[in-house]
């Protein structure tokens, strides 16, 4: 039990960008990506802070590099990869005896929206058991 501390940083318009929550001298990062019309359409998992995080940086400040919000917009026209330390972290190598899942580009949950006005939910993208799946939602 106990207190935890967590930090989240929000854009102009109160979405979240990112949120980091202390966990011993590291941090657990989670982001999450929105389209212009503020909806989230990408939620990635959490990674640790200090992986890829530059050494003069403290514990808790914002990572840049944690996702490439503008390549995923773009990427969302075809492939939907991610791509920053997250996609990194998520790669299936070994980091100080841990290996995380390869998860190939895709180590995130992502909600496709019609273009209409109702906006309605058109796929969803998951990963199941090492695939990348997609749920059309009509």
């Known amino acids: 039990g106990g207190p935890r501390v967590s930090l ?14 202390l966990a011993g001298g590291d941090a657990s990062v989670s982001a999450n990506i929105t389209d212009l ?7 990635p ?3 640790p802070a200090s992986f890829e ?3 003069d940086l403290p514990i808790l ?4 590099q944690f996702i490439d919000r503008q390549a995923f917009l773009t990427a969302m026209a075809d492939s939907w990869v991610l791509t920053g330390t997250v996609a990194n972290y998520y790669r299936g ?16 949950t992502g909600t ?6 109702r906006g309605r939910k058109l796929e969803v993208l998951f990963r199941d058991a090492g695939s990348v799946g ?3 939602t009509q």
């Open 134 to 136: 997609h749920m059309t």
């Open 53 to 55: 995080k530059p050494e």
């Open 112 to 117: 496709r929206y019609e273009l209409a006005p």
């Open 8 to 21: 989240a940083y929000s854009d102009g318009n109160d979405a979240s960008l990112q949120s980091q929550t």
């Open 93 to 108: 190598e070994t980091i100080d005896g841990y290996t995380p899942s390869d998860d190939g580009g895709y180590p995130y």
């Open 61 to 64: 400040a914002y990572l840049d």
């Open 45 to 47: 998992k959490f990674a």
């Open 37 to 43: 019309l503020g909806r989230t359409v990408a939620s």
